[in-house]
């Protein structure tokens, strides 16, 4: 437009080339006459197809291009219709043979102008490639049955609820953790009124974030007052995930969803196990603790049972210095050890053991064990272990070894052996112990033990064999004490005197003698009248009690101007006329004053002194008509105290002084 004078003038604008327009546009499109020759084609025609650049379509017949497409009769009965001027379909969505490319194809019928200004009928046809667009449909659709699959089979509650609580969906996995039997059941309640958690659920609401908690439900209340329906009792506990339903625009979400499991057998489990637990820690005589060692050179402990401070005196708080606190009371000759033995696993990465003496801030001393095994992390070990109170088993390994070294003492000193005879009832009989010292006293060995007692029986002398043979038998059958005395030949020829004193001890199917088998040649060859049996201390308790003849240990005072009595047998209690434990502890002259004096005295000396072994002629310990005369076999153990073996010879001594025996008095 032109002003020209108080008028406008108008004027057409430049023409836009109709190609142009058409080669833009992105559907592809032919246009075809009457004969289906091809009056026109876009670019998007010719690159969807991939028509080869240079090749002239215009003017060809359709059929003649040989497009895969067009190669289907329902798309040329469609084209015949049109010409036809019969109904035809406008859109049809067609599947390309061979690269499975889906196209929505539009008919349009049309006019193609001619010189003489009439029109000719023609056709346009409209692709449209929607291959993509398809296939995210059906992606979406796939995707929409996946989450409604998921929602309906996870055996995880889940429910889609309003920012007011309303409930929306909930899968049945939820009615079924709930004891519900239908969605309808929920339709008139809130969220918060069927988890028994209103503050929490109305929290998380507010916050809008996603989060993990734990909630518990107590569905005897809920039955009485909101889900009269439900068929689950008692107290529930769920493991719940909270996430709110994000919106694209950015706006606060009002919708939220809750994932939420039933752990309510785990929670009573783990009380179940955390109570178990409890129980065996208060009862273990120590405490369980985790230790662990950094590959920074860092180490401490991550946990210790808070028994510390009842067992070991050690708060377990600060943690970060319970080890060197606890180290700290070590013994100190035990100290080196101790860190030696941690720096040595660290390094070897191995199970750690330490024994040691432990002295508590209160100043009791008692006796530690710590066992540990390793287990390999990312950047550290971890040691878990336990720390005993061992103080009551190294007593009695303390008591086990004095005995022991009181038994050495006792055996070693013995002119003879001891050993243990068995006689069972099936009458099996044979030896369950014989003294080390066999070899050197009769020239046995002691293995193999169960043909001993056969091997010791054809040294017996052979006049004496059948006697000692019917002993045997005789005192299994009446299960009776067993005393023999005889000639023993060595498997060297040498000869010697043995005399057997035993006790029987009746088990479930067996009768065992604890005995000794002296050497008693000395006395025979200088025609000594002394009967005389010793006694040694087995590796049980009960074999000193059990032995037929008194035994007596006493430990020095000074230099010997007194001695305590240390320990008694059943045997010497009664030959004293006393109780066991009316003599233990007592001075043994100041309770005997009777005793002959300075002849005990200084026999006991001489034996202490001279570390010599001395038979002691026959006195009394009281001067009274019911006291035995007793002699004494005295020797000193290593340990440093006195032992005497005691026999009441009570009828010899009255032989050797009876007038009417015809015999003599010294």
């Known amino acids: 437009m032109k002003p020209f004078g108080k008028a406008k003038l108008y004027s057409s604008a430049q023409n836009v080339p109709f190609d142009d327009l058409f080669d833009y546009l992105s559907d592809a499109i032919v246009i075809l006459d009457a004969d289906l ?42 084209i015949n219709r049109i010409l036809s001027s019969q109904t035809f379909i406008n859109e049809m969505l067609l599947i390309e043979r061979g690269t499975e490319r889906i196209f929505l194809m539009e008919f349009i019928s049309t006019v193609i102008p001619s010189i003489s200004f009439t029109g000719n009928p023609g056709i346009m046809i409209s692709l449209r490639d929607i291959t993509t667009w398809k296939k995210t449909e059906e992606a979406l659709k ?68 996603i989060a993990e908690l734990t909630l518990s439900c107590n569905f005897d209340r809920l039955k009485s007052e909101t889900l009269t329906s439900t068929k689950k009792s008692g107290v529930a506990y769920f493991q719940v995930v909270f996430a709110p339903v994000t919106d694209k625009g950015g706006k606060a979400p009002r919708e939220f969803f809750i994932l939420f499991l039933d752990i309510t ?7 179940q196990l955390k109570e178990r637990y409890q129980g065996i820690m208060s009862n273990l005589p120590g405490i369980i603790y985790q230790f662990y060692a950094r590959d920074s050179g860092e180490w401490g402990v991550y946990y210790v049972n808070e028994r510390s401070q009842e067992i070991y005196g050690v708060t377990t708080e600060p943690l970060d210095t319970w080890f060197e606190r606890y180290g700290a009371c070590i013994a100190p000759e035990d100290q080196e050890r101790w860190f030696d033995s941690i720096n040595d696993v660290i390094r070897r990465v191995a199970p750690w053991e330490f024994e ?17 095994q390793p287990v390999r992390l990312k950047n550290e070990t971890v040691w878990n272990g336990i720390f005993l109170d061992i ?36 009458g099996e009989w044979g030896t369950y112990y014989v003294d080390d010292r066999s070899t ?95 006694l040694k201390e087995v590796r049980y308790h009960s074999f000193f009690e059990n032995t037929c003849n008194g035994v007596l240990i006493y430990e020095p005072v000074g230099q010997g101007e007194e001695y305590i009595i240390k320990d008694v047998n059943r045997v010497t209690a009664a030959l004293l006329r006393t109780n066991k ?21 200084d ?45 009441d010879v009570t009828e010899a001594v009255i032989e050797d002084t009876d007038p009417g025996s015809g015999a003599g008095t010294d």
Request: with cysteine; glycine share 6%.
């Open 37 to 78: 020759h091809i009056l026109m084609v876009n670019r998007s025609f010719i690159d969807t197809f991939n028509i080869h650049s240079g090749r002239n379509i215009i003017g060809s017949e359709l059929s003649r291009i040989h497009l895969a497409l067009f190669d289907n009769p329902t798309i040329w009965e469609n």
């Open 142 to 209: 796939n995707s929409e049955r996946k989450i409604r699959t998921l929602f309906e089979e996870v055996p995880s509650g889940i429910f889609l609820f309003q920012e007011d609580g309303t409930i929306l969906n909930a899968n049945r996995a939820s009615l079924e953790i709930l004891g519900l039997a239908r969605f309808t059941d929920l339709a008139d309640f809130k969220l918060y009124d069927v988890m028994c958690s209103r503050d929490i659920i109305q929290d998380l609401i507010r916050k809008g974030k």
């Open 265 to 271: 057998a785990k929670k009573i489990a783990e009380k």
């Open 356 to 372: 040691g003496r432990f002295l508590k801030p209160t100043g009791e001393e008692m006796h530690i064990r710590g066992v540990s």
């Open 391 to 426: 103080t009551d088993r190294r007593k009695a390994e303390e008591a086990l070894r004095m005995s022991e070294e009181r038994l050495r003492g006792i055996t070693s000193n013995l002119p003879g052996i001891v050993y243990q005879f068995y006689a069972r009832d099936s």
């Open 440 to 534: 050197e006293v009769y020239g046995l060995c002691p293995d193999p033990l169960d043909t001993w007692i056969q091997r010791y029986s054809t040294c017996i002398a052979p006049e004496d064999q059948r006697r000692w043979f019917k002993s045997i038998e005789d005192v299994i059958g009446r299960v009776a004490p067993w005393e023999f005395e005889g000639r023993f030949i060595k498997p060297t020829g040498e000869e010697m005197f043995i005399r057997v004193l035993s006790q029987p001890v009746r088990l479930k199917n067996e009768t065992v003698w604890n005995g000794i088998i002296l050497d008693i040649t000395d006395r025979k060859r200088a025609e000594e009248a002394l009967r005389r049996t010793e």
């Open 581 to 601: 434990e009316d003599l233990v502890g007592k001075k043994l002259f100041e309770e005997f004053p009777d005793l002959p004096n300075p002849y005990v005295h």
């Open 603 to 647: 026999l006991l000396y001489r034996v202490l002194t001279t570390e010599k072994p001395e038979f002691v002629t026959p006195l009394k310990y009281r001067n009274r008509e019911d006291f035995p005369w007793i002699s004494h076999y005295v020797f000193k153990l290593p340990s440093g105290e006195i032992a005497s073996f005691m026999i």
